[in-house]
T-cell receptor, first 115, second 115 residues
Framework: KAGVTQTPRYLIKTRGQQVTLSCSPISGHRSVSWYQQTPGQGLQFLFE???????NKGNFPGRFSGRQFSNSRSEMNVSTLELGDSALYLC??????????????FGPGTRLLVL | AQSVSQHNHHVILSEAASLELGCNYS??????LFWYVQYPGQHLQLLLKYFSGDPLVKGIKGFEAEFIKSKFSFNLRKPSVQWSDTAEYFCAVNRLTGGGNKLTFGTGTQLKVEL
């Protein structure tokens, strides 16, 4: 089975721009979660989507948003980029149906640099 | 707010030494517990997980972890490390309130194994 894939792998943007990152989950997985990884804050949960609905949300400003499509692929959008948004953005997928026993599998990430 | 603590930020060991990495979390209730590993240049990979039952769980590559509920701990162990175990190790907790995925990660432990 193919793993979680993320595109693009690297991205350079300037402050004020917006960016869209894409994630394709493992086949059959219906839950997609997004995490931000930075040297200072570590790994932080952004949000989770399941069946095209946001199921859980972290403590990030409204500039960070996401969506999920009917084929379970997900996109994450960051508007009005700030220097502090430079990070590795990780996508993780799980089946989504085992509410008490979910295991997430991570993709390689998209490294975003904001100049 | 929930938190996950990893007490050792940097660990240096010689090959064949034993390893124990500490992980504590800060709240009660039902949780799922995970250890993930990030090898240099690679993405986060699942080492092992605990959902319920036997508190001693075994993972890949000879790793094991013990869940001690009374101590809110989930320490990772390996009897004899190898140079190839050089990586960053993350403890993560999924608090099962409302279902779904919302992993809280520790800050990570950078392990260096010397020949």
């Amino acid at each position: 089975k193919a793993g979680v894939t993320q595109t693009p792998r690297y991205l350079i943007k300037t402050r004020g721009q917006q960016v869209t990152l894409s994630c394709s989950p493992i086949s059959g997985h219906r839950s997609v979660s997004w995490y931000q990884q930075t040297p200072g804050q570590g790994l932080q949960f952004l949000f989770e989507y399941f069946s095209e609905t946001q199921r859980n949300k972290g403590n990030f400003p409204g500039r960070f948003s996401g969506r999920q499509f009917s084929n379970s692929r997900s996109e994450m959008n960051v508007s009005t980029l700030e220097l502090g948004d430079s990070a590795l953005y990780l996508c993780a997928s799980s089946t989504g149906t085992g509410l008490t026993q979910e295991t997430q599998y991570f993709g390689p990430g998209t490294r975003l640099l904001v100049l | 707010a929930q938190s996950v603590s990893q007490h050792n930020h940097h660990v240096i060991l010689s090959e064949a030494a034993s390893l124990e990495l500490g992980c504590n979390y800060s709240y009660g209730g039902t949780v799922n517990l995970f250890w993930y590993v990030q090898y240099p240049g690679q993405h986060l990979q699942l080492l092992l997980k605990y959902f319920s039952g036997d508190p001693l769980v075994k993972g890949i590559k000879g790793f094991e972890a013990e869940f001690i509920k009374s101590k809110f701990s989930f320490n990772l162990r390996k009897p004899s490390v190898q140079w190839s175990d050089t990586a960053e190790y993350f403890c993560a907790v999924n608090r099962l309130t409302g279902g779904g995925n919302k992993l809280t990660f520790g800050t990570g432990t950078q392990l260096k194994v010397e020949l």
